[in-house]
C-alpha cells in the first residue's frame, strides 16, 4: 500500500452501521466490517464535514488578538439506495419496527417523542483502494437530518442519511477518526 505521499483518491465505498454498545470502545475491523452491519448500497457516494466556530478576543487597537476553538462539528451524509424499515429504524429514534411473517408484512412506525430510543451508532465509511491503500471514516453519532423518501417514475429511491458526530469514540473528545493505510517499515 502506497501511503507514503499524497494520493489521489477517486470512487465511492461501503457503509456500515452498529449500535454503539460501550462509548469509547471500538470495535476491530472485522467486527465493524460485517455484511450484516451494511447500511445498504450507497449512491452518490458518501461526504465527510468538518466545522469549527471560533472566538477572537483583541484589543481597541488592535495591536493584541488571541483566537480560540470554541466547537467543533462533525456530519457524515451519505446517501442509500438499497433499503427497507430496519435500515429506517436506524435514521430515526422514534422508529418501531414489527415483523409479522406469516401475512409478510414489515411494519416501521415513525412519532412520538415519547419513543425516542436514544441509541448512538458506530458508523465506518470504507472507501477500498489496492493500489494506494484502503482509507476508514469512523464516527459515533446519530441522524440528525431526517429523511425524505422520493418516489419518482424516473429515478430510485435515494435516502440521504447525515448523522452528526459525538464525542463518544473516546476519553478525549474525538469526533472522528480516519485511517489510511501505509507502507509497513520493517525494523
Do not use: C
Amino acid at each position: 500500500m502506497k501511503r507514503d505521499k499524497e494520493v489521489i483518491t477517486l470512487g465511492s465505498g461501503l457503509l456500515y452501521i452498529m449500535e454503539l454498545a460501550t462509548p469509547g470502545t471500538i470495535p476491530a475491523d472485522a467486527d465493524i466490517e460485517k455484511a450484516e452491519n451494511r447500511i445498504g448500497e450507497i449512491k452518490g457516494g458518501a461526504s465527510l464535514e468538518y466545522a469549527m466556530e471560533t472566538y477572537t478576543a483583541k484589543d481597541d487597537l488592535g495591536n493584541v488578538q488571541k483566537t480560540k476553538i470554541i466547537s467543533e462539528d462533525v456530519l457524515l451524509k451519505s446517501g442509500i439506495m438499497t433499503w427497507n424499515g430496519n435500515t429506517l429504524k436506524k435514521l430515526s429514534a422514534t422508529a418501531r419496527v414489527t415483523e409479522t411473517p406469516a401475512t409478510g408484512k414489515r411494519t416501521l412506525k415513525i412519532g412520538g417523542i415519547h419513543n425516542q430510543d436514544g441509541k448512538e451508532y458506530l458508523l465506518r465509511f470504507l472507501h477500498e483502494d489496492p493500489v494506494d491503500g484502503d482509507v476508514r471514516i469512523t464516527i459515533a453519532g446519530q441522524n440528525q437530518a431526517g429523511f425524505t423518501l422520493a418516489f419518482a417514475k424516473d429515478a430510485e429511491t435515494v435516502v440521504d442519511a447525515e448523522f452528526k458526530a459525538n464525542p463518544s469514540l473516546d476519553s478525549e473528545g474525538t469526533l472522528v477518526i480516519i485511517e489510511e493505510e501505509i507502507p509497513v517499515v520493517a525494523g
